[in-house]
């Protein structure tokens, strides 16, 4: 039987000698959601996905993922999540189809690295390196790579952090496919367009803490609700809106 | 085993798609092995000579002495007949005890079989001193006649030397550097952290990194040897298989140190000072291209005890004399003390982020 939380973190800390770099975090991720985890830099994301994700240690606090207590069976862990990490890159010299089929040995698997690379439209480079792929190619690789074990849960640091307007529409196109195949996922950004587009819920970081956590449009009501007036009129579009518009929302990748 | 495996096989497939770690490990070798085949060390034309003389003549050996093309040694039959086997003659004289100029015995001559035409020269040579000397002496129309032997000998070249040194040279580059840049570029692109996300065991990584660069090492060891014996006239005496033992326990100790290394450093501007401040002593004092014996007795005390002497004389024993891995037991046990010191600190320093 499936549980509906899939991941539930609670009181988590981590310390670097005078440093609070994450505080008593708390929160739940339910099943088939997208989750997002919004925050300046510097905020304690990062850290807060990287202990879940078993890649640092848990000072204090717990979390439990599918059922599995990470800091007592990181292994287990490792075999149910995907992982996409903040600028991390992939093996020169190796092609895209080879990467995967490396990665999936990782995992035990045999994998269909042409079905992978589908998934992220990324198949007519199937054969190249990841050296010749674009910005949002590479980020769509990383994400093809984190779903070789099929995984129950997948993480997302930063996916459009440094893309162009297009590409990172590309990108949420993809996201929101994926998690409609069944995947939960939780990610992390600090566009508010992004979290509004994407996400089901938010929590908002800020300072090793979550200062608020609820989905977007709830978090507009209630600070609407309070009172809050924007100081220029609402206009009909903005800036983003007029560049889509004159430069189209095709990819530009080559 | 099989991913340790399925890893292997696609870090060679890296490794030789790198064009530039290609050039490093296996051509820059060999081009410096061609340039230096250009200098010539050995003994610039002069023609050694060896005399052992049994008689109490002085007279031929003075006429000889006087032939400029000719550098004579005097020696015993077995000093001599030695020094032939060694490449050091290409041709001796045995003067008979009964020899005197203007008698009729026949002298022996031993030919170094590697040099036939030098040899023969100085045979001619030999002969018109002779003819000279018992024209001189006496009015005989009997002449003592030169009787030519021929006899194996290897005549080592500057190359003989140099290949096995620059071999090892190489082991001690691509291990040392190929490992330490590797792995701090493979921390610093955070490709290490991505492994370490899924369930892959570290120690699975390490071993087929280890056995990529020990692939590679074979594959230096094979080529270098081979284009030595068809390109540069190596004279090869050693067995193949101990060449790789000794090649291999070598790389281990240069292999650890590299990893040691790649945990002591956070980037390449890091790397580099401290992989050159090891490996430049090296390749200078280890006898890599000159003879250490030129060395002062104060170096001897610290350059006896670099790897990399014990490497490079362990293989060259192996490639110019033939030894087997019991002649080159001192070196074994060397390189065997050095992989046991070096993979302990590999193990301290090390560090996957």
Same mark, same amino acid.
């Given at each position: 039987m499936l549980s509906d939380i899939v991941l539930e973190v609670g009181n988590l800390s981590k310390r670097y000698?005078?440093?609070?770099?994450?505080?008593?975090?708390?929160?739940d991720v339910k099943r088939q959601e997208i989750f997002g985890i919004l925050g300046p830099n510097g905020a304690g994301k990062t850290t807060t996905l990287e202990m879940i994700e078993t890649l640092r240690s848990i000072d204090s606090g717990r979390v439990i993922l599918d059922g599995i207590d990470v800091s007592k069976e990181p292994q287990k862990v490792k075999r149910l999540i995907g992982v996409q990490l903040q600028s991390s890159s992939f093996f020169d010299k190796l092609t895209l189809t080879e990467l995967l089929l490396l990665f999936g040995e990782l995992y035990s698997r045999q994998v269909d690295p042409i079905k992978l690379l589908q998934e992220v439209e990324l198949k007519e480079k199937a054969s190249s390196y990841v050296a010749e792929l674009s910005g949002g190619q590479k980020q769509r690789f990383s994400i093809a790579a984190a779903l070789v074990n099929d995984p129950v849960l997948l993480f997302l640091d930063e996916p459009t952090t440094g893309l162009d307007p297009q590409a990172r529409r590309h990108l949420w196109g993809v996201i929101k496919r994926i998690r409609s195949e069944g995947k939960t996922i939780v990610l992390t950004t600090h566009y508010m367009e992004?979290?509004?587009?994407?996400?089901?819920r938010v929590a908002i970081m800020d300072r090793g803490t979550i200062i608020a956590n609820a989905p977007p449009q709830q978090l507009i009501n209630t600070l609407v609700s309070n009172g809050f007036k924007k100081d220029r009129v609402e206009r009909l579009a903005n800036l983003e809106d007029v560049f889509l518009n004159l430069t189209g929302h095709s990819l530009r990748e080559e | 085993m099989r991913l340790t495996w399925k890893m292997s096989i696609a870090s060679m497939k890296m490794f030789f798609r790198q064009k530039e770690a290609i050039l490093w490990t296996i051509l820059l070798p060999l081009f410096m092995v061609f340039l230096f085949s250009f200098v010539s060390f050995d003994g610039f034309n002069t023609i050694s000579l060896g005399v052992v003389n049994r008689s109490n003549d002085t007279a031929f050996v003075s006429a000889i002495k006087s032939v400029k093309a000719l550098k004579m040694y005097e020696g015993t039959y077995e000093t001599e007949l030695h020094a032939l086997t060694e490449g050091d003659r290409v041709l001796v004289v045995v003067l008979p005890p009964t020899f005197h100029p203007g008698s009729s015995d026949t002298v022996r001559t031993l030919l170094n079989a590697r040099k036939p035409q030098e040899g023969n020269v100085a045979a001619l040579l030999v002969q018109r001193v002779l003819d000279e000397l018992t024209f001189q002496q006496s009015v005989q129309l009997t002449r003592p006649e030169v009787i030519v032997e021929t006899v194996n000998s290897?005549?080592? $070249?500057?190359?003989? *030397? +140099?290949?096995?040194?620059? +071999?090892?040279?190489?082991?001690?580059?691509?291990?040392?550097?190929?490992? =330490? *840049?590797?792995?701090?570029?493979?921390?610093?692109?955070?490709? +290490?952290?991505r492994l370490l996300a899924t369930p892959m065991k570290p120690g699975d990584f390490i071993v087929a990194q280890v056995a $990529?660069?020990?692939?590679?090492?074979? =594959?230096?060891?094979?080529?270098?040897?081979? =284009?030595g014996i068809f390109f540069f006239d190596l004279h090869f005496q050693g067995n193949i298989l101990n060449l790789l033992v000794v090649g291999i326990l070598g790389g281990i100790v240069f292999l650890a140190i590299g990893f040691a290394l790649s945990g002591l450093s956070k980037s390449e501007d890091q790397v580099a000072p401290l992989a050159n401040i090891i490996t430049l002593p090296m390749m200078l004092l280890s006898g890599v291209f000159f003879s250490r014996s030129n060395l002062p007795g104060f170096a001897h005390v610290i350059t006896d005890f670099f790897p990399l002497t014990y490497l490079a004389d362990g293989m060259r024993s192996i490639t110019i004399e033939g030894a087997s891995l019991v002649d080159i037991g001192g070196d074994l046990l060397g390189l065997t003390v050095w992989a046991i010191v070096s993979v302990f600190l590999a193990v301290k320093a090390f560090r996957w982020e």
């Open positions: 000698n005078d440093l609070h770099a994450v505080h008593k975090v708390s929160f992004e979290a509004e587009e994407l996400c089901d | 290897r005549n080592l $070249t500057y190359i003989d *030397f +140099l290949l096995p040194g620059i +071999l090892s040279m190489s082991i001690m580059q691509s291990g040392v550097f190929g490992v =330490a *840049f590797g792995f701090v570029l493979l921390k610093k692109r955070g490709i +290490l952290r $990529t660069r020990l692939i590679v090492l074979i =594959a230096q060891v094979l080529i270098m040897i081979g =284009a």
